[in-house]
């Protein structure tokens, strides 16, 4: 049986248009069984069956509580968390998110070229990727620097685009340990063109694969 993904994309704030794009990138990615899904009474069951639960570009608060604590037991014992670009922006009143997530989303600024320093090649995400990738997409800011807390991937270059608010460390990238499970996060991922990407897609597949334990192609 193909491993199972739960992708969430339920927004209460704003709302990306790439997110069918995502869904159906991450249906044609690898040999995942992808459920997408809006409802978040899809959180109050057991999530033990799925390899990774995604949020894609989720906002605001989505979860009731026993989806919080479903979510929560889930990866402490050992479940994949993967979050794909607005996932920083969701669950702002659950303080729990915030350190399970490793950093909160803060501003970005407009939607343009820029560049991603890889700092750490020794990841499925990353391994693929240039020193520097030439990327386009808003930049994320976060309100504390996951760096400590999280093993950085990839960060942003500010001297690269206009707007960056973060100064010389700036991640953009990161994976962690939170409990038994793996937390994978990517501030990439806005745009729809994003997603047919090859580099991108590779990104994703190799955050989703690490996360889920699962091998990368």
């Given at each position: 049986?193909?491993?199972?993904?739960?992708?969430?994309?339920r927004?209460?704030?704003?709302?990306?248009?790439?997110?069918?794009?995502?869904?159906?990138?991450?249906?044609?990615?690898?040999?995942?069984?992808?459920?997408?899904?809006?409802?978040?009474?899809?959180?109050?069951q057991?999530?033990?069956?799925y390899?990774?639960?995604?949020?894609?570009?989720?906002s605001?608060?989505?979860?009731?509580?026993?989806?919080?604590?479903?979510?929560?037991?889930?990866?402490?014992?050992?479940?994949?968390?993967?979050?794909?670009?607005?996932?920083?922006?969701?669950?702002?009143?659950?303080?729990?998110?915030?350190?399970l997530l490793?950093?909160?989303?803060?501003?970005?600024?407009?939607?343009?070229?820029?560049?991603?320093?890889?700092?750490?090649?020794?990841?499925?995400a990353?391994?693929?990727?240039?020193?520097?990738?030439?990327?386009?997409?808003?930049w994320?800011?976060?309100?504390?620097?996951?760096?400590?807390?999280?093993?950085?991937?990839?960060?942003?270059?500010?001297?690269?685009?206009?707007?960056?608010?973060?100064?010389?460390?700036?991640?953009?990238?990161?994976?962690?340990?939170?409990?038994?499970?793996?937390?994978?996060?990517?501030?990439?991922?806005?745009?729809?063109?994003?997603?047919?990407?090859?580099?991108?897609?590779?990104?994703?597949?190799?955050?989703?694969t690490?996360?889920?334990?699962?091998?990368?192609?």
């Open positions: 049986m193909a491993p199972r993904l739960l992708v969430h994309t927004t209460t704030g704003y709302r990306h248009d790439s997110i069918p794009a995502g869904i159906a990138a991450l249906r044609t990615l690898g040999d995942f069984e992808v459920h997408a899904t809006e409802d978040p009474a899809a959180l109050e057991p999530l033990d069956a390899a990774a639960v995604v949020f894609l570009s989720t605001g608060e989505i979860l009731t509580p026993a989806g919080r604590e479903r979510l929560a037991a889930y990866v402490e014992s050992g479940g994949g968390f993967v979050g794909v670009h607005a996932a920083a922006c969701t669950e702002y009143d659950w303080p729990y998110y915030g350190d490793g950093a909160r989303f803060a501003r970005h600024p407009p939607h343009q070229p820029g560049k991603a320093v890889v700092e750490d090649h020794d990841h499925p990353t391994r693929h990727l240039p020193a520097v990738w030439d990327f386009t997409d808003e994320y800011d976060f309100r504390t620097n996951p760096r400590g807390r999280a093993r950085v991937l990839a960060t942003a270059d500010e001297s690269s685009y206009e707007g960056g608010g973060m100064g010389a460390d700036h991640p953009l990238v990161w994976c962690r340990g939170h409990g038994e499970g793996r937390v994978f996060y990517t501030a990439l991922g806005h745009a729809r063109e994003a997603y047919e990407d090859p580099a991108f897609r590779a990104h994703l597949l190799g955050g989703v690490w996360a889920a334990r699962l091998p990368t192609p």
